[in-house]
């Protein structure tokens, strides 16, 4: 199993990323009480939770040590919405919000890499 934390300093916040187990599996290892609909899911990003040797943070799991750049960019889109959400961006400009997209999506990319080489 694959596990990185993504700091995002301009708003102060975590992504945990966890790979290349079932996605049920991943939230039930880290206490999260996942809903048993997500048996079926590949990936799945969480609502800003509290994770035990992590702290608080959003949580983004694939099944896959390598998911494809589409899984991990729609991943990113929610994480994106989640930050909005916890920080308060109400305004959400559509440049602010493209730059967000490409941080935590590289980000994660970078944090599954050694995977892709």
Do not use: W
């Amino acid at each position: 199993m694959l596990k990185s934390e993504i700091k995002f300093p301009l708003f102060n916040v975590t992504v945990l990323v966890v790979a290349g187990e079932p996605v049920l599996d991943i939230l039930t290892r880290l206490n999260l009480e996942p809903d048993r609909s997500l048996e079926t899911c590949d990936a799945v990003s969480t609502d800003f939770v509290k994770v035990d040797d992590v702290g608080f943070c959003c949580v983004v799991a694939f099944e896959s040590s390598a998911p494809p750049i589409d899984i991990i960019s729609h991943e990113a889109f929610h994480v994106v919405s989640r930050v909005c959400d916890h920080v308060g961006i109400e305004d959400r400009d559509e440049e602010l919000l493209a730059y967000m997209a490409g941080f935590i999506t590289g980000k994660i990319f970078d944090s599954l890499n050694n995977v892709y080489h």
